[in-house]
């Protein structure tokens, strides 16, 4: 391989590894203070997308519709938290699950019947999908403002987590729910802003997405939500950078993989899987996660 | 004694129903039954792993799927296989793969069961809830690999002409195997280990339980019957393509499993039936829709709609579904203090 395409894929591995690595912050958040895998989050980050494609389409500038998207996004996140999560943190925990499972394909199927399964096209305003050439390789600018504003965005997670209150609560919870509650924290506020946060990270992922591959449909979110899920698990669930990290190696393996050896094009989707069966055989805490039922006893 | 007796005479009377049906009823009821006793094997089995043993799992589209490439390969003619793989040759293994028809799902009920051991080592090693997102991947994996591995599976166009053995006696008497084997499991020693693993895992492993054991045991014995279930599946239908196999299956049954309530096989044989009716009863919900006059147009996805917010619902206020995990027969028992 050269040098040139060596960048190219460079390039795209690191746009490709930043969606999945702002999906699975949410889930690696969720996960951390429920102990939850929120099935339903690749679908709010379908929801993301719907919205901002349709704020668009009512005429709305690309910027307002993304930030109609984001909070729409957020807004649809604390609502399924509010109204299937929280009435039962006190049941087992297979009744959430199905719970979770059940919210997910209530959205998939929703947003089939209302809108068609029929994939619509997703146009960026030109800025976003203008292309540099440089040395032999195409640079869409997109390629460039994706992995930059999910950098800027971990660090402002990163932020909110070390450096305020809230995210002093956040981590607390992670750690025991119950003697947070002791605490005087109300914790189902956390938890709602765990959600709200989440929620906006995957609405952000799913424009980049609809972006990248110019076209959205309601079925879209199952495979990014298991890669990214299976990403938050190879970076350590409930550790937020580890997220990061997973979903650029991830990202990094699918581009690289399919360059080198294209035969292997069609399992492209497997990859994650692998990695998922991997990281739980020989290191289920991941790469930079702690073990999280030990620090509960 | 009088127990035992009176269990042998309600089995012979469902084999004889059985029997019956399969001679006199017509074959659109026949269809029906049909697709009633798959699901059955399909929720009783779901429901050992989710129910009993307490695990969520995701895995049934995945392990009928199993079942029914390897029933469907060993049961087609040589010759049509080389009619039918049209894009690459057939691999020599497929074409010296035959069987008859037991054998055939019995090895669908192998193989499926074989993978589940397989994902258990990565799964049930690890604390948490990671059986279900691994199940639920696998769904997808093993649509991707029969789609790009056209040698061994005749790629995305699938397997046709496969010989339709299945009939409602097979489906019934295999539905009752099922039937007594779930029942003779929960109320064996292993059925009371993989309950006490689903009431409290930290318990059950101080009273001396291995719970890794208890839990795949719960997994490779639900696996079994799905791969059987996908047999009697590819068998009956006589085409089978990758995208049949898809998550939807497994919402039905999840819906079925939680309808009779987790963990009561009964309940689960009850449900089936209700569910499979309603299905039916609101496919109306996806043809075209008129309200006042106005037509709605139709919308393809209406029933899962419906399907979604009755499960959630059923999670937020009736927990138990119709039989908790209690079992029929132990409504009747009186209370022993």
């Known amino acids: ?297 | 004694m009088n127990k035992f007796i009176r269990n042998i005479i309600l089995i012979a009377i469902v084999i004889y129903f059985i029997y019956y049906a399969q001679k006199h009823f017509d074959s659109y009821t026949l269809s029906i039954l049909d697709n009633i006793g798959i699901f059955a094997i399909l929720a009783l089995s779901y429901n050992l792993i989710n129910g009993i043993a307490g695990q969520f799992s995701l895995e049934p589209n995945g392990f009928v799927a199993i079942g029914a490439y390897f029933t469907a390969i060993l049961l087609i003619p040589t010759d049509t296989k080389l009619d039918m793989f049209a894009l690459v040759d057939p691999a020599p293994i497929i074409l010296q793969m035959k069987a008859h028809f037991l054998p055939a799902i019995l090895i669908g009920g192998v193989a499926a069961s074989f993978v589940a051991l397989l994902l258990s080592f990565p799964v049930f090693r690890v604390r948490g809830d990671y059986l279900a997102i691994v199940t639920l991947g696998f769904g997808f994996i093993i649509r991707i690999f029969a789609i790009n591995n056209p040698a061994y599976t005749n790629g995305a166009m699938g397997l046709n002409d496969i010989p339709e053995e299945a009939n409602f006696l097979w489906i019934g008497i295999l539905c009752v195997i099922t039937f007594l084997v779930m029942i003779h499991v929960i109320y064996s020693k292993f059925g009371r280990a993989m309950k006490s693993v689903r009431d409290d895992e930290d318990a059950a492993s101080a009273m001396g339980i291995n719970t890794f054991k208890m839990k795949t045991y719960a997994f490779m014995t639900s696996a079994f019957f799905e791969g059987v279930g996908g047999g009697l599946l590819a068998s009956m239908l006589t085409t089978i393509t990758p995208d049949q196999f898809s998550f939807l299956l497994t919402f039905q049954l999840l819906i079925i499993i939680v309808l009779g309530g987790l963990g009561s096989m009964s309940g689960a044989l009850i449900a089936t039936i209700l569910v499979m009716g309603g299905m039916e009863w609101l496919r109306f919900l996806d043809d075209d829709i008129k309200i006042f006059g106005m037509d709605l147009g139709a919308h393809p996805g209406m029933r899962m709609v419906v399907f979604a917010i009755l499960l959630i619902v059923m999670m937020l206020f009736a927990r138990r579904g119709l039989l908790g995990d209690r079992e029929l027969t132990e409504f009747f028992k009186k209370k022993s203090k």
Request: no cysteine; aromatic share 14%.
């Open chain 1, 1 to 297: 391989m050269d040098m040139q395409i060596f960048l190219q894929q460079l390039v795209n591995g690191a746009s490709l590894g930043s969606m999945y690595a702002l999906i699975a912050i949410g889930y690696t958040m969720v996960y951390g203070v429920l102990r939850l895998i929120n099935f339903a989050h690749g679908d709010i980050m379908m929801v993301g997308a719907y919205f901002t494609f349709f704020a668009k389409a009512a005429g709305l500038p690309f910027e307002v519709a993304v930030l109609i998207g984001i909070i729409g996004a957020a807004i649809v996140g604390i609502l399924t938290d509010k109204i299937a999560y929280k009435p039962l943190r006190d049941a087992p925990k297979i009744s959430l699950l199905i719970t979770a499972i059940g919210i997910s394909f209530f959205l998939e199927n929703l947003f089939t019947v209302l809108f068609g399964s029929t994939p619509k096209a997703f146009s960026a305003p030109e800025y976003l999908t203008k292309i540099f050439h440089i040395h032999g390789i195409y640079l869409p600018i997109s390629v460039i403002i994706i992995p930059t504003v999910t950098l800027l965005i971990l660090a402002v997670v990163l932020w909110i987590l070390y450096k305020t209150k809230y995210g002093m609560a956040i981590r607390a919870l992670a750690f025991d729910i119950q003697t947070v509650k002791l605490m005087g924290i109300d914790a189902d506020r956390i938890i709602m802003i765990v959600f709200a946060i989440g929620s906006a990270l995957a609405a952000i992922g799913g424009i980049f997405y609809a972006i990248s591959y110019p076209s959205i449909d309601p079925l879209m979110g199952i495979i990014v939500g298991l890669k990214a899920f299976a990403a938050a698990v190879l970076g350590g669930i409930g550790s937020v950078g580890g997220a990061v990290v997973g979903g650029f190696i991830l990202g990094f393996t699918e581009i690289f993989v399919v360059a080198m050896f294209p035969e292997l094009g069609g399992y492209k989707d497997a990859f994650a899987f692998f990695f998922l069966i991997l990281v739980l055989l020989f290191k289920p805490t991941g790469i930079m996660g702690q073990d999280l039922e030990r620090g509960r006893f």
